[in-house]
């Protein structure tokens, strides 16, 4: 089997134990301090993930859909993201970074610039010129990636309903 170029890809069924596996752990990683520690380790599972990435694998459309960053040279699925049109009524026509993790082994090397890349060029192609994401506020390192990669926060927040964080929206014009 030939190797793609690219090593992003959408997400196929034989993907999702990885994707979750990412998903818990980047959210265990990052949040914790954040989120309160009983929804990190009681709630969240990587059974329940698979579940529920199942659920968005087998609706993939122009709505969402969800990546993996797989290295061509050992074929680790290192990332993933899930990006589709913005959920916010403010922005119809913006496009949005719903989700991006990094397996914590694998930050700092390049992955998680790779999948903004890629969110962006999709942006791009279906010619949308607007990007948008939503980060928590207490976030930092996410914060300074996003502002790395050209997205400045538009003054819109709220606060997570389920987990009561805030969350500011970061934005981009391409």
């Not at 196929?12 to 914790?32: F, H, M, P, Q």
């Not at 790395?148 to 981009?172: I, N, S, W």
Request: proline share 2%; glycine share 6%; aromatic share 10%.
């Amino acid at each position: 089997e030939k190797r793609r170029k690219t090593m992003v890809r959408l997400a196929e069924l034989k993907d999702l134990s990885r994707i979750a596996e990412i998903n818990v752990y980047g959210w265990r990683n990052t949040y914790r301090g954040i989120i309160d520690d009983n929804f990190l380790f009681c709630e969240l599972s990587v059974e329940k993930s698979i579940e529920r990435l199942k659920k968005k694998i087998n609706t993939q459309n122009s709505t969402s859909k969800l990546y993996v960053y797989e290295d061509d040279k050992d074929g680790i699925i290192k990332g993933m993201m899930r990006t589709g049109m913005c959920r916010d009524n403010d922005k119809p026509d913006s496009f949005e970074l719903m989700a991006i993790y990094v397996e914590k082994a694998f930050e700092r090397s390049g992955v998680g610039s790779k999948l903004i890349t890629h969110f962006q060029k999709e942006g791009k192609e279906a010619d949308i010129h607007e990007l948008c994401i939503w980060v928590f506020q207490e976030n930092r390192i996410a914060r300074s990636f996003y502002e790395h990669h050209g997205f400045k926060p538009d003054g819109k927040t709220q606060v997570h309903e389920a987990l009561k964080a805030p969350e500011m929206r970061y934005v981009k014009i391409v």
